[in-house]
């Protein structure tokens, strides 16, 4: 086989291994960096509204929409505020509104971390994880009585649950050690209290949806009610053993959120009486009525800003990898020289040497944005475990075909522009020169 | 038709910038090559031996006179088909080798093969089988790994690898001893011989005189040049490359 400019070129790379590396590392960062940014810009929105579902509206006890979107459906902590069952009940029988479901929830409780949501069975047989996909079940059924959970997908990877198992709910979120359940701030900084009277049966495994949902156990509320309210006669009275749904008090029956959908026409996902009700609902000053689809759009405005700040600083760190590029290939370009003259003797014209140089920083912004588009898809992998152990996000880690395409071409581009003044330099090496000794 | 002489120079002359006007450092009147003749061009240190070669390679650019090799004047040709014409025509031969670091010595060769007219399908065989007629056993190795002699052989498997009219060896054996000089010098002309290429071999070495049939000392050679030569307008716009 003939020797090609590749063979020059790829020669000249690994001479000067040390800094070919650090460059294509350099670029890759930046590139990585990039992609990182760009994609998961996309992928987060896309994520977020993915938890909202099919449903309309979310109602909860919190101080602001947007804290009860983040808590009653990513889970992000536990609520602070109740409603009492009777404000359910006026919601949903008493303002006249054609719902299509109106599904009660309460979290607060926790099992190794992941929190429990106790709701009813509406919430698997008409609240949908994602628009027009229902739930499904890798193993057992939803649950039909007290005591019995359904687990969510990451669950059951996490805590290698079985059906039949038995579990015991721990109070509050135990990874963080507090009991902020309905606002009792005399029990924050407490230790975690499990309610061991009451054992769960696991009856179902949930298949993933890629929604937060997947980190959730779920049971249905009248055991909560029931595994609460024995805490609070225990501690009246030691003596009490036992507690069933006879011995539930109006005040025992709390929800800290109401999933809820208007009915639509079919095939609609909107109704036109949306906004009507929503208007409706915030008349009342006791409750917080929240858009989820409105309020996630509304924090991607608000972090929108530092997103371009975190882009800016990105596309600054490719920059300089271009002017690091520019500065390993000129720095060498001294020692390089003399294989200029040998060549051009050899029959290299100027132009062609022009070219192997300017291939060869493009090479590098070739390499590092190859480098850059692996590392970005691990990146994206940690950057999506973190955004679920935090948000309760779920982030499908997916390189944005566009972007990664977009950022391969610009990395080559800067590099081939920034080997312009080192190919400049050996454009103009004089063969004499550098072939002495003369005579 | 007459088959073009390997190299024929006429008038030529070169002073490289700031040389006083009347000084030329390359006055050459006439000097003819042909097919495959060894001429050796002898001079002292500074009489413009190296500098001489480098014009006739079209490197540099004179201020007067014509280098024909195979009938063609390279300095009438443009740089991007000067280059090509040197890569076909001319190899060279340096006191201290300028092999390609970093390169195995057949990749040395398969370098100048690159720029030839030789089909590229026939590069290896060529490269391979020269570098073996000279007794290259590792043509694999890096030419920084090779001994001197070795390094020597590769640069004139390297000079005739593309079947030149012309070699131009300069000083070839300026940093050896006698016996390596001596086995230098029998292994340019082996190859020169045996390509059937002309060659032009500068050395201030007197030794080497008993080598060649035909002898020009570039003193003698300047000396016969018309006075009135010294006075030509220069053509400084024609300088393609000027040393530093």
Known sequence: MAMTDFTIISRSLTSRLFSTVTTIITVAVAVALMIVLLSMRTAGQDAFQRGAGNMHMLVSAEDSPLVAVLNSVFYASAPRQAIPWSKYREITEGLGIPWEFAIPNQQGDSYRGYPVMATTEAFFTRFEPHPGVEWSFRAGRRFERSFEVVIGAEVAAGTNLQIDDEIYLTHGIEDSRQRRIFGRADEVHMEPHVHDDYAYRVVGILEPTGSPHDRALFTNLESTWVIHAHDIRRAADPSVTSTTAADLRDADRLITGIYLRVGTRPGRTLSAAQQQVYDTLRRDTTITVADPHFEIQKLFRIVSNIDQIFIAMAAVVLLSSGIAIMLALYNTMEQRRRQIAILRVLGCSRPRIFGLVLTESALIGLL???????????????????????????????????????????SILLAALAGVVPAAAAYRTTVVAHLRPLG | MTTPLALEIHELRFRYPGTPSAAWTVDVPSLELGRAEPVLLQGGSGTGKSTLLFLVAGLMEPQHGRVLI?????????????????????????????LLNGFTALENVLAALMFSDLPPRNHRDRATSLLDSLGIDRPNQLVERLSVGQQQRV??????????????ADEPTASLDPANAEVAMDLIQKVTLEARAALLCTSHDPRLATRFERIVDLEALSSQSEPAAATLELSTDRAEEKPE
């Open chain 2, 70 to 98: 195979n009938g063609e004047n390279i300095h009438q040709l443009s740089g991007e088909k000067r280059d090509l014409f040197r890569g076909r025509t001319v190899g060279m031969i340096f006191q201290t080798f300028n």
């Open chain 2, 155 to 168: 640069a004139a498997a390297r000079a005739v690898a593309c079947e030149p009219a012309l070699v131009l």
């Open chain 1, 368 to 410: 590092g944005a190859l480098a850059g588009v692996v590392l970005a898809f691990i990146g994206m992998f940690a950057v999506a475990e973190m955004m679920k152990q935090t948000l309760g996000l779920v982030i499908e880690p997916r390189l944005e075909p566009v972007w990664t395409f977009v950022m391969v071409m610009a």
